[in-house]
């Protein structure tokens, strides 16, 4: 495995897990604060692409980058669906509702890419969506809403389609991928928007701050970061470790907004990194070992 690709998908979950921390601190309804972070975030990765003497090849993979707009298209669909759950059902059932995403990323795997689902990454994903509903648990006790948890599943598919479109798009990667699929993104957040309510929208002082953190660091460079990683990992281990970023979110809460865990949350984190190693790290020491034997 690619181990640079590695370390960048895990910088970029954790840097999306703190993205309710820095929303938190906007003023804003949550379409507006999508399309400010996709518009901030694309104007980023498009200076730093040309700036660092980028060359434009999509247009030589005509099919990949049809592939690539579906991607962005269902990013910008994710996002607003994900932020319209968190204000209709709250963040824990919404969060744990969207991380349905890896299942279906996970089934699909073996028919769409070929790749082999092993029974370590297997147990090691159990133990993940166990710890999962540990951590989010006290979600089901709160009011429910039924568009709310429609828009969370949905948000999960889109998710989902995000992943495995992006993936095969295999010849467009690097910053050009990255910066194509969130003005993509924008695009769409900015064409739905527009029909369904306009663009006027009063930012204070105080949020200025946040915002351009969220789009330039969060989106921008944690965008970077996550397209130009996944492509070279396998699905199945962008799906399991992904759960890094609900866990993240979690622990942010704990330390900059002083939210409490429960003993049940702290042993669903456990789980959630457990099954991450062992999924992994573990099922790759005994293919080797199998592999050296034959």
Not at 154 to 171: G, H, P
Not at 175 to 191: C, D, G, M, P
Not at 254 to 269: N, R
Request: aromatic share 14%.
């Amino acid at each position: 495995m690619n181990k640079t690709a590695f370390g960048k998908y895990l910088f970029a979950l954790i840097l999306f897990g703190s993205n309710g921390i820095v929303a938190s601190l906007i003023y804003l309804g949550s379409l507006q604060i999508v399309l400010l972070r996709t518009m901030i975030g694309s104007l980023l990765l498009i200076g730093l692409f040309f700036l660092m003497g980028g060359k434009l090849t999509f247009y030589k993979h005509k099919k990949q980058f049809l592939f690539l707009c579906i991607s962005g298209i269902a990013m910008g669909a994710s996002w607003m669906l994900l932020y319209e759950a968190y204000a209709r059902i709250g963040v824990s059932i919404a969060s744990l509702l969207y991380y349905c995403e890896p299942v279906i990323v996970m089934i699909l795997s073996p028919f769409l890419f070929k790749e082999r689902l092993t029974l370590y990454k297997v147990i090691g994903f159990l133990s993940v969506l166990l710890g999962i509903f540990l951590v989010n648990g006290n979600a089901f006790e709160e009011s429910g809403d039924l568009f709310g948890i429609i828009c969370s599943l949905l948000s999960a598919v889109m998710y989902a389609f995000m992943v495995i479109c992006n993936k095969k798009a295999k010849d467009i990667t690097g910053l050009e991928n990255s910066t194509l699929q969130l003005f993509i993104s924008f695009l769409t957040v900015a064409v739905f928007l527009g029909v369904k309510q306009g663009y006027a929208m009063e930012i204070t002082k105080e949020s200025i701050f946040p915002i351009l953190f969220l789009g330039l660091c969060n989106t921008g460079m944690g965008c970077y970061f996550y397209f130009s990683s996944i492509g070279k990992l396998p699905v199945q281990t962008v799906a399991i470790c992904g759960y890094l970023e609900p866990l993240s979110a979690v622990l942010f809460s704990v330390i900059f907004l002083k939210e409490t865990m429960s003993k049940g949350q702290i042993v669903g984190a456990v789980l959630i990194l457990g099954g991450d190693i062992f999924g992994e790290l573990w099922g790759m020491k005994k293919e080797a070992i199998a592999l050296n034997k034959n």
